[in-house]
Nanobody
Framework: QVQLVESGGGLVPPGGSLKLSCAAS????????MAWYRQAPGNERELVAR???????TYAVSAKGRFAISRDDAKKTVYLQMNSLKPEDTATYYC??????????????WGQGTLVTVSS
């Protein structure tokens, strides 16, 4: 089995910062792309940021210049540093990992979600 454990969510005032983490564990051979999505109440889940196995990054327009995605392959962990947070960033954030299983197989895995609330 593969598990994704997220942490780092919480309540932060507008303009504040948070850093989310998502650690993968289990029968993982290698990890290709890692990403963060978010879903606000009443909205569809949307991509926030994505990083490939050669560290190429993609950001949603709303995240560019404020958020930074990074990964530590030794720890099988992806991070999302969020700065200058706005109330509209309030959502449940999910990590998503594309990985190769040991010994065989592929998996598109999702974390359980961590709530980020931006409010004064």
């Amino acid at each position: 089995q593969v598990q994704l454990v997220e942490s780092g969510g919480g309540l932060v005032p507008p303009g504040g910062s948070l850093k989310l983490s998502c650690a993968a564990s289990g029968n993982i051979f290698s990890i290709t792309a890692m990403a963060w999505y978010r879903q606000a109440p009443g909205n569809e889940r949307e991509l926030v940021a994505r990083i490939t196995d050669n560290n190429a990054t993609t950001y949603a327009v709303s995240a560019k210049g404020r958020f930074a995605i990074s990964r530590d392959d030794a720890k099988k962990t992806v991070y999302l540093q969020m700065n200058s947070l706005k109330p509209e960033d309030t959502a449940t954030y999910y990590c998503n990992v594309d990985l190769l299983l040991d010994p065989v197989g592929v998996l598109d895995a999702w974390g359980q979600g961590t709530l980020v609330t931006v409010s004064s």
